[in-house]
């Protein structure tokens, strides 16, 4: 308890810098940090931007779920959507038909291949109808040859012969009934009604295919000498449709996501006001997200259109190098919208609505999946302004029209903007901490 | 209660140097040219809507020094090294960095000359050791070996380990590595080794003085008097925004004029102005209901209590004597504890 100034003496001793600098301060001072062994930059790292971009490469290839999303995804897409659209035989409609005199119908309409009909009696077929189970009805008004069907059905020419008339009132064959024979009393085919729900597409199809079969049934080779040829053309499929709309999808996904969760995820852990404390030049950092985005957009490319090759058998019919100078346009605007995107919020959930109040519209609007030409004419402007309509629009051209990239400069110009104007909105916006 | 005490303290301080007359009174003295300043900061003030958190400081850190801000959280250190690290602007007041002002001209060539430390910053995970020193390395014109910088940092074994497998200790080691690859001439730390084990502690220390041989500036920021003690060669005391004392611990120490603290508790009430007049007392606190006295004489002291104790038949709890800290000079002055965590 007594050896207090000893304690103190030792402590002081421990600590002999304790007493330095109260009055003058080191002489070599002069020596403030310089010739420490400071050597220039060059000898182990390169330049800034180059080690930022590599960062975010390690980053990028160390997350392997990324390359599921990134990768993956998109040609999973690809592939239920080719599969759910892909070219097959339509399927068949299911009609009903009641009534005296049916036989004659249904031979009529088994012969024309469109559709299927089924024999019902009148409250089977009502309810048939009520619950979609078939998608028409059509009632056979007396006729007076409603025992002949087999011999109908034997000798198809005999209705043709018999009932060119029967063509003319076609137009108005409206719902519930109007009637389709012809004026003659003579006339060999029976009176029909078709029942039926305009509203429903399906109905509406059926109508006309029944209509369309009972009036080939009467007519002569002659009169009517049309042939289906069905289109399944390559370029002109659904899935040629949608695979260069993918590609511009998964540009926006891959680039918004890709940074938006990067640069907020940095910032909630101040890892980019650490980065403000350096005289790191701030566009770099933001640089090296777009140069990164770059080197995995060509694998991502590639990956999506070498699929669409090899399963769907998709071509490309404009130059190769167009569909990359596209991509690397795109991958710009989009890395650049990200940024801008992420240059406020503070949390991953911020940033995530943020991205989803962007990216929504542009899924359901910017033709992607169906043509933008669907929506209202007055709307137009604003959809064609969209940096993915653009990129869609240019994309489709090349692969599918095989146009060369100039020839849509103008889509192209509207998809450079939005990247540019969101880099330098981004760079000043930005919060770094 | 012993608001005495406080003020005789904060007068002696205030005799050996604060903030405000310890400039005029060097400036003029042959010693000023030699002094060299690398950071100077007058009247800052930072208020955050209706909290201000740095209320008109001043303080000079001299080249080649150890400066430690030390004061419990919310203080405003970490506002005020931020401030002086050219990332948060003042709301008012002048400052000076390596002569050099904030936004005056290039920043970003005086920010080639600093080395930061920012309180829980989070390296990017998926990056080794060597790979975020190379980063950071990249981004200054000159500097430190890449290698030789994590073999200072004693994390050679783990360069080639992710960040994200380092333990607290060597994340903090990396963070000071990154801030020592520019070989800054004022060097940042924000409390280094907050939540670390002593051990680790004791390693970054030796980092520090590493550098401090190398003849550069560190401010430093704790709430470990420990650390300040051990690290720095003056220390500023923070509270409530401003600096209320500054000089080197041993000065600090040394103007509580005492060398021992005596903690003790009774079951019974005390009168307490007895106790004050003990021979060898110098001062009188109450402290989460214990008794702390400042002694300058433990000799004499020690006895002296244990008779008023019995002439006031009061049963002795605990008792425990400790040599004089930091800790107690901030009890003084402040009349709280500086660690409330």
């Given at each position: 308890?007594?050896?207090?100034?000893?304690?103190?003496?030792?402590?002081?001793?421990?600590?002999?810098?304790?007493?330095?600098?109260?009055?003058?301060?080191?002489?070599?001072?002069?020596?403030?940090?310089?010739?420490?062994?400071?050597?220039?930059?060059?000898?182990?790292?390169?330049?800034?931007?180059?080690?930022?971009?590599?960062?975010?490469?390690?980053?990028?290839?160390?997350?392997?779920?990324?390359?599921?999303?990134?990768?993956?995804?998109?040609?999973?897409?690809?592939?239920?959507?080719?599969?759910?659209?892909?070219?097959?035989?339509?399927?068949?409609?299911?009609?009903?038909?009641?009534?005296?005199?049916?036989?004659?119908?249904?031979?009529?309409?088994?012969?024309?291949?469109?559709?299927?009909?089924?024999?019902?009696?009148?409250?089977?077929?009502?309810?048939?109808?009520?619950?979609?189970?078939?998608?028409?009805?059509?009632?056979?008004?007396?006729?007076?040859?409603?025992?002949?069907?087999?011999?109908?059905?034997?000798?198809?020419?005999?209705?043709?012969?018999?009932?060119?008339?029967?063509?003319?009132?076609?137009?108005?064959?409206?719902?519930?009934?109007?009637?389709?024979?012809?004026?003659?009393?003579?006339?060999?085919?029976?009176?029909?009604?078709?029942?039926?729900?305009?509203?429903?597409?399906?109905?509406?199809?059926?109508?006309?295919?029944?209509?369309?079969?009972?009036?080939?049934?009467?007519?002569?080779?002659?009169?009517?000498?049309?042939?289906?040829?069905?289109?399944?053309?390559?370029?002109?499929?659904?899935?040629?449709?949608?695979?260069?709309?993918?590609?511009?999808?998964?540009?926006?996904?891959?680039?918004?996501?890709?940074?938006?969760?990067?640069?907020?995820?940095?910032?909630?852990?101040?890892?980019?006001?650490?980065?403000?404390?350096?005289?790191?030049?701030?566009?770099?950092?933001?640089?090296?997200?777009?140069?990164?985005?770059?080197?995995?957009?060509?694998?991502?490319?590639?990956?999506?259109?070498?699929?669409?090759?090899?399963?769907?058998?998709?071509?490309?019919?404009?130059?190769?190098?167009?569909?990359?100078?596209?991509?690397?346009?795109?991958?710009?605007?989009?890395?650049?919208?990200?940024?801008?995107?992420?240059?406020?919020?503070?949390?991953?959930?911020?940033?995530?609505?943020?991205?989803?109040?962007?990216?929504?519209?542009?899924?359901?609007?910017?033709?992607?999946?169906?043509?933008?030409?669907?929506?209202?004419?007055?709307?137009?402007?604003?959809?064609?302004?969209?940096?993915?309509t653009a990129l869609n629009d240019v994309m489709r051209a090349v692969m599918n029209d095989g146009v060369p990239l100039v020839s849509h400069w103008t889509q192209l110009a509207i998809v450079l903007a939005w990247g540019l104007v969101s880099f330098v909105v981004a760079l000043r916006i930005f919060r770094w901490q | 209660m012993s608001l005495w005490v406080r003020e005789e303290v904060q007068e002696m301080l205030r005799g050996l140097e604060l903030p405000g007359n310890h400039m005029t009174t060097e400036l003029g003295t042959a010693h000023a040219r030699e002094t060299r300043v690398a950071a100077r900061c007058l009247g800052l003030v930072k208020r955050y809507g209706d909290v201000t958190a740095v209320n008109g400081l001043d303080l000079e850190v001299r080249a080649g020094e150890c400066l430690g801000l030390l004061g419990p959280n919310g203080a405003g250190k970490t506002t005020t090294v931020e401030i002086l690290e050219g990332l948060t602007p003042p709301t008012s007041g002048t400052v000076e960095v390596l002569g050099r002002a904030w936004g005056s001209g290039d920043d970003n060539d005086l920010r080639q000359h600093l080395g930061v430390q920012l309180q829980e910053t989070q390296l990017a995970e998926k990056l080794t050791v060597a790979e975020t020193v190379r980063l950071f390395r990249s981004f200054y014109r000159r500097g430190r070996d890449v290698d030789a910088v994590v073999r200072l940092v004693e994390l050679d074994e783990k360069r080639n380990s992710r960040v994200g497998k380092l333990s607290g200790g060597q994340r903090q080691r990396l963070a000071v590595a990154c801030a020592l690859v520019s070989d800054p001439d004022l060097l940042f730390l924000d409390e280094p080794t907050t939540g670390l084990d002593p051990q680790a502690r004791l390693k970054l220390w030796e980092v520090v003085e590493t550098f401090r041989r190398g003849g550069g500036t560190v401010i430093l920021t704790t709430h470990y008097m420990e650390e300040a003690e051990r690290l720095c060669d003056r220390v500023a005391i923070m509270d409530h925004g401003s600096i209320i004392a500054l000089g080197t611990p041993a000065k600090l120490i040394a103007a509580l004029g005492a060398d021992q603290i005596v903690e003790f508790s009774v079951a019974e009430q005390l009168q307490e102005e007895t106790l004050t007049t003990l021979s060898g007392v110098r001062g009188v606190h109450l402290r989460d209901g214990a008794y702390a006295l400042t002694v300058t004489d433990i000799a004499l002291a020690l006895p002296a209590l244990l008779d008023e104790l019995e002439r006031q038949h009061a049963k002795l709890v605990t008792l425990t004597t400790h040599q004089a800290t930091l800790e107690d000079v901030f009890v003084s002055l402040t009349g709280r504890m500086l660690r409330n965590d």
């Amino acid at each position: 308890m007594t050896d207090g100034p000893d304690m103190k003496a030792k402590r002081v001793a421990a600590n002999p810098s304790s007493e330095i600098n109260t009055g003058t301060v080191k002489s070599d001072a002069e020596a403030v940090g310089r010739g420490r062994g400071s050597e220039p930059a060059k000898r182990q790292t390169m330049h800034p931007l180059v080690e930022l971009t590599l960062t975010r490469v390690r980053e990028f290839v160390r997350e392997p779920e990324v390359i599921f999303w990134v990768f993956i995804f998109p040609v999973l897409l690809a592939c239920a959507l080719g599969l759910a659209f892909r070219n097959t035989a339509p399927e068949k409609i299911r009609i009903a038909v009641e009534g005296n005199g049916k036989n004659q119908v249904v031979a009529a309409l088994e012969r024309s291949g469109d559709v299927v009909p089924v024999v019902l009696s009148e409250e089977e077929a009502a309810r048939a109808l009520r619950t979609g189970n078939v998608a028409l009805v059509v009632r056979v008004i007396g006729s007076q040859i409603s025992d002949q069907g087999s011999q109908i059905s034997d000798q198809g020419s005999q209705i043709s012969d018999q009932g060119s008339q029967i063509s003319e009132p076609r137009s108005q064959i409206l719902n519930q009934g109007s009637q389709v024979s012809g004026q003659g009393s003579q006339t060999a085919f029976p009176q029909l009604i078709y029942r039926y729900d305009p509203t429903r597409p399906e109905s509406r199809t059926a109508k006309l295919a029944v209509d369309n079969a009972l009036w080939r049934a009467k007519a002569t080779d002659n009169d009517l000498n049309a042939r289906d040829e069905t289109v399944a053309e390559v370029g002109a499929r659904y899935i040629d449709f949608l695979i260069p709309g993918l590609i511009g999808l998964n540009l926006m996904g891959s680039g918004m996501w890709g940074l938006g969760f990067a640069i907020v995820s940095a910032r909630g852990k101040k890892l980019l006001k650490r980065f403000a404390a350096t005289p790191m030049r701030r566009s770099h950092y933001l640089l090296s997200f777009m140069l990164s985005r770059l080197l995995f957009l060509a694998l991502e490319v590639a990956a999506l259109v070498a699929f669409a090759w090899l399963v769907f058998g998709v071509v490309v019919r404009g130059s190769l190098i167009d569909v990359a100078l596209c991509a690397v346009v795109g991958a710009l605007a989009f890395s650049g919208l990200g940024l801008l995107v992420a240059a406020r919020p503070r949390t991953v959930e911020g940033v995530s609505g943020l991205m989803n109040f962007v990216m929504l519209p542009m899924w359901l609007l910017s033709g992607t999946f169906f043509s933008a030409a669907r929506f209202p004419q007055w709307f137009q402007p604003i959809i064609r302004a969209l940096p993915l309509t653009a990129l869609n629009d240019v994309m489709r051209a090349v692969m599918n029209d095989g146009v060369p990239l100039v020839s849509h400069w103008t889509q192209l110009a509207i998809v450079l903007a939005w990247g540019l104007v969101s880099f330098v909105v981004a760079l000043r916006i930005f919060r770094w901490q | 209660m012993s608001l005495w005490v406080r003020e005789e303290v904060q007068e002696m301080l205030r005799g050996l140097e604060l903030p405000g007359n310890h400039m005029t009174t060097e400036l003029g003295t042959a010693h000023a040219r030699e002094t060299r300043v690398a950071a100077r900061c007058l009247g800052l003030v930072k208020r955050y809507g209706d909290v201000t958190a740095v209320n008109g400081l001043d303080l000079e850190v001299r080249a080649g020094e150890c400066l430690g801000l030390l004061g419990p959280n919310g203080a405003g250190k970490t506002t005020t090294v931020e401030i002086l690290e050219g990332l948060t602007p003042p709301t008012s007041g002048t400052v000076e960095v390596l002569g050099r002002a904030w936004g005056s001209g290039d920043d970003n060539d005086l920010r080639q000359h600093l080395g930061v430390q920012l309180q829980e910053t989070q390296l990017a995970e998926k990056l080794t050791v060597a790979e975020t020193v190379r980063l950071f390395r990249s981004f200054y014109r000159r500097g430190r070996d890449v290698d030789a910088v994590v073999r200072l940092v004693e994390l050679d074994e783990k360069r080639n380990s992710r960040v994200g497998k380092l333990s607290g200790g060597q994340r903090q080691r990396l963070a000071v590595a990154c801030a020592l690859v520019s070989d800054p001439d004022l060097l940042f730390l924000d409390e280094p080794t907050t939540g670390l084990d002593p051990q680790a502690r004791l390693k970054l220390w030796e980092v520090v003085e590493t550098f401090r041989r190398g003849g550069g500036t560190v401010i430093l920021t704790t709430h470990y008097m420990e650390e300040a003690e051990r690290l720095c060669d003056r220390v500023a005391i923070m509270d409530h925004g401003s600096i209320i004392a500054l000089g080197t611990p041993a000065k600090l120490i040394a103007a509580l004029g005492a060398d021992q603290i005596v903690e003790f508790s009774v079951a019974e009430q005390l009168q307490e102005e007895t106790l004050t007049t003990l021979s060898g007392v110098r001062g009188v606190h109450l402290r989460d209901g214990a008794y702390a006295l400042t002694v300058t004489d433990i000799a004499l002291a020690l006895p002296a209590l244990l008779d008023e104790l019995e002439r006031q038949h009061a049963k002795l709890v605990t008792l425990t004597t400790h040599q004089a800290t930091l800790e107690d000079v901030f009890v003084s002055l402040t009349g709280r504890m500086l660690r409330n965590d």
